[in-house]
């Protein structure tokens, strides 16, 4: 079968080697929540049903269309991990589960995460090496309980006021990735417009001595400036990159202009260790009264209400063109943004959005519940 949702999932921290694993899955309902001591995570007895990821099951693009109560549901998959990404460690990303996950790997427990609208990534060192087999099995649990931020899922069994279709388990991307044993985590990049630069925060997985952080911005002329420092002395080096007062071009709905930047962590005889692109928008977010600013002018808000629903795929878009065709019909409308309405859209979503112009009011699934900040939304230009 073809692949479904094989764009890749994390468009502003960008490696050339990946592999999705969406697609078909084994799938089963766990109604007792018995599964662990029915030993369903070391088991080699397949399980009942077959799912298509990353569609949840309620959804008909899964191939279940079950929209009653999941308490629990089991997921496995066997892969082999491509032997040309030997020498290097191996991560495990799932983009969204909801909503308490646990991740084993040949039987191994990699991973125990509780959210179901973030990313998490297991590190597969020690327990898979490229080349092996990996049975990747994952239990997820969703209830009712008031505590769980559910966003616009509805708590009975059919659609009522302002609650819809329930997501249960995966319903994002699933890949994997080869890194170096020394690696660059996601980057945090703050446009400073005042001063005509951008600050980035750089964490990396580990450090030793002579490693060094060189950071290159582009724009469609070529390269606008560099920054390098020292990556031996804190887990988080900090770079600054002035732009030239010719070269700085603000981010706007009428021009949403992007910078390329290219990260690199360089070892001391000047090899480079890792290596992944970005990208980011120079603006600044201010609020004046009861007026926003945008890059210091008034900007007047003409937002939709998104609610990030789809008849087919529930809370996940069909395709990458659903995304964007979104945002074209609401922009052809006379829009200028969205408020995303009580879920953290995908990441392809808001490049799209940042791309295109369009502004964001980035929002988290709480309905009652809080202290549950979506911080990996936080350098998109386009989120106000």
């Not at 007792?32 to 995570?41: A, E, K, L, V």
């Not at 959804?59 to 290097?88: C, H, K």
């Not at 922009?331 to 940042?354: C, I, S, T």
Request: charged share 25%; proline share 7%; hydrophobic share 35%.
């Amino acid at each position: 079968m073809e692949v479904p949702r094989s764009e890749y999932p994390r468009p502003q921290f960008v490696r050339p080697d990946w592999l999705c694993l969406n697609g078909e899955w084994q799938f089963e309902v766990d109604a007792g929540d018995s599964g662990y001591d029915r030993h369903m995570h070391t088991s080699d007895q397949d399980l009942e049903q077959r799912i298509v990821v990353p569609f949840c099951p309620e959804s008909s693009l899964s191939g279940i269309g079950n929209v009653d109560f999941m308490p629990t549901v089991w997921y496995r998959r066997s892969i082999t991990i491509p032997q040309e990404w030997a020498g290097r460690r191996v991560l495990l990303h799932f983009q969204a589960v909801d909503y308490d996950t646990t991740v084993w790997v040949n039987g191994h427990e990699v991973y125990r995460h509780r959210g179901g609208f973030t990313p998490f990534t297991c590190d597969l060192h020690g327990v898979v090496a490229p080349g092996e087999t990996a049975v990747i099995t994952v239990r997820a649990r969703d209830d009712n309980r008031p505590s769980q931020p559910r966003g616009k899922q509805s708590t009975r069994y059919e659609n009522y006021s302002v609650f819809y279709t329930r997501t249960t388990g995966i319903w994002q991307t699933v890949w994997l990735e080869p890194v170096p044993h020394s690696y660059l985590r996601r980057p945090r990049i703050t446009p400073d417009v005042a001063n005509g630069q951008f600050h980035l925060s750089q964490p990396i997985s580990q450090n030793s001595a002579g490693l060094k952080l060189h950071a290159t911005l582009r724009d469609a002329e070529g390269v606008v400036t560099t920054a390098e420092c020292r990556a031996d002395l804190d887990f988080a080096p900090q770079l600054v990159l002035p732009i030239p007062k010719a070269r700085q071009r603000l981010w706007s709905p009428n021009d949403p202009h992007l910078y390329d930047l290219e990260i690199e962590l360089v070892d001391r005889d000047g090899q480079v260790v890792d290596r992944a692109t970005s990208y980011a928008g120079l603006r600044s977010v201010a609020i004046d009264g009861k007026k926003v600013k945008l890059n210091g002018a008034v900007v007047f808000q003409r937002l939709v209400l998104d609610q990030g629903y789809y008849p087919d795929g529930i809370m996940t878009a069909p395709t990458d063109e659903a995304l964007i065709r979104d945002i074209k019909l609401s922009m052809a409308a006379g829009f200028n943004g969205a408020r995303l309405h009580q879920k953290v859209f995908e990441e392809r979503f808001l490049y799209h959005a940042d791309r295109l112009g369009y502004l964001c009011w980035g929002e988290f699934a709480d309905w009652g519940c809080s202290g549950f900040g979506p911080m990996h939304d936080h350098q998109q230009p386009g989120i106000t």
